[in-house]
């Protein structure tokens, strides 16, 4: 169907609670990734994007985390494949997209990189003094949503009150501003979580989340217009 509509499936997401796992539950995970490889196989993709564990059995330790996504991103190497591991805001111990730069780092392995969305980010309000550190090579992909400041639990804040750039309160502006400085030039992804999105006409939401991205790139390109033409909007 994909093939079909001339369409590509740029990743495999979420694989969830995997990092920092008790000897049986992380030899099931490895286990459980090589399924999710199979998968990515048939649908032609390459990428698969993993979340910060929130698991209750898991294991608060830098190092430990950062040797499991090591060998998982060595077992992915085999078969051509790339890793992106993202922050949770609600993460039982990796809550923020500085940690898991860390992580990253410490794993220290070529297809292994990090994955930005602006929700997780801004939800937690983190500033962005981090983010210029970040190589474009090292970002495997890059989720946006806005969203209204509301004070409520940060998780049903995510699952019902996302929306589209420009819609909220978050500076998407200036986080896709940083981004596209880096030298990233990979997809640019709604990550959109909305009860009224549900609940609409599914062409009209479409439109409007092209809409979005025409307007988050004219905004971005009047402060840095030669860099954010290279990154992809699909």
């Known amino acids: 169907m994909v093939k079909d509509a001339g369409l590509k499936i740029i990743a495999l997401q979420p694989f969830r609670d995997f990092e920092g796992m008790p000897a049986d539950k992380r030899l099931k995970n490895f ?80 297809n292994l990189g990090i994955i930005l969305d602006s929700f997780h980010i801004f939800a937690r309000g983190q500033d962005l003094s981090t983010l210029a550190e970040i190589p474009g090579n090292k970002i495997t992909l890059v989720q946006i949503a806005d969203a209204p400041k509301l004070d409520m639990d940060v998780l049903q804040w995510s699952r019902h009150f996302r929306c589209f750039p420009g819609q909220g309160d978050f500076p998407i502006v200036e986080f896709m501003k940083i981004v596209s400085q880096s030298g990233y030039q990979g997809y640019v992804s709604h990550e959109i979580f909305n009860d009224e999105f549900r609940s609409s006409p599914s062409q009209a939401t479409a439109l409007d989340g092209i809409r979005s991205l025409v307007w988050l790139e004219d905004e971005v390109s009047k402060v840095a217009p030669a860099i954010f033409q290279q990154t992809n909007t699909p």
């Open 31 to 110: 286990a459980r990734a090589e399924r999710k490889f199979d998968i990515m196989e048939q649908l032609d993709t390459d990428s698969l994007l993993i979340c910060s564990n929130v698991s209750p059995h898991a294991i608060n330790g830098m190092q430990r985390s950062a040797d499991d996504l090591a060998e998982l991103a060595q077992q992915a190497a085999k078969r051509g494949f790339k890793i992106g591991y993202e922050a949770l805001a609600w993460g039982r111990y990796i809550k923020d997209y500085q940690q898991a730069w860390e992580l990253v780092k410490m794993a220290d392995q070529s």
